[in-house]
């Protein structure tokens, strides 16, 4: 199975900051990295899928890049909405893991 | 609008049985691969078990595998999952989600999730 990695566990930023979430795989999944938004008492939000494509709907402030092993979430200016818990999850090959997810703080 | 609406959870002892539900709408089901997904309490997401568009195709977690069974009723737009031999660790929100595509692969929308508390 792959296993996914995230850095750091929990965050804490200000309003406006720049936030960086990584995600490692164990191996190679080549662009089959997803990211999720998980908001307190919400569904869990697709972002991003494919490492980089931006989910329609989703504010232009979330960003992804990566490919191979090591991913990068990134929120250009943080806002009291993204409060939240992100997960990354590969769709490389079955079982589907999830990181163990970031949660990030105002 | 995409409507994911699970149902069927509750509180059941240890050894015991289960049946989720999934309703959707707003898509056209028999396109999509549906996938559970649970949350336990305090901990992340965990991938429980995804199924093909066709249903011709489903996978397991080591988990859940000969305990759980994933299934899909295409005439009623509704995914489900039964459940069996149930232990305490199963205690958790169960979300279905529907994929962008066929394989199950990827997550696109989700419920609202159905709480399961295995517990004597």
């Known amino acids: 199975d792959i296993q996914m990695t995230q850095s750091p566990s929990s965050l804490s930023a200000s309003i406006g900051d720049r936030v960086t979430i990584t995600c490692r795989a164990s191996q190679s999944i080549s662009s089959s990295l997803n990211w999720y938004q998980h908001r307190p008492g919400k569904a869990p939000k697709l972002l991003i899928y494919t490492a980089s494509t931006l989910q329609s709907g989703v504010p232009s402030r979330f960003s992804g890049s990566g490919s191979g092993t090591d991913f990068t979430l990134t929120i250009s200016s943080l806002q009291p909405e993204d409060v939240a818990t992100y997960y990354c999850?590969?769709?490389?090959?079955?079982?589907?893991?999830f990181g163990q997810g970031t949660k990030v703080e105002v | 609008e995409v409507q994911l609406l699970e149902s069927g959870g509750g509180l059941v002892q240890p050894g015991g049985s289960l049946r989720l539900s999934c309703a959707a709408s707003g898509f056209i089901f028999t396109n999509c691969a549906m996938t559970w997904v649970r949350q336990a309490p305090g901990k992340g997401l965990e991938w429980v078990s995804g199924?093909?568009?066709?249903?011709?195709?489903?996978y397991y977690s080591d988990s859940v595998k000969g305990r759980f069974t994933i299934s899909r009723d295409n005439s009623k737009n509704t995914l489900y999952l039964q459940m069996n031999s149930l232990r305490d660790e199963d205690t958790a929100v169960y979300y279905c989600a529907k994929g962008r595509t066929w394989e199950p692969r990827d997550f696109h929308y989700w419920g609202q999730g159905t709480l399961v508390t295995v517990s004597s």
């Open positions: 199924i093909t568009a066709s249903a011709t195709i489903t």
């Open positions: 999850q590969q769709s490389y090959s079955a079982p589907w893991t």
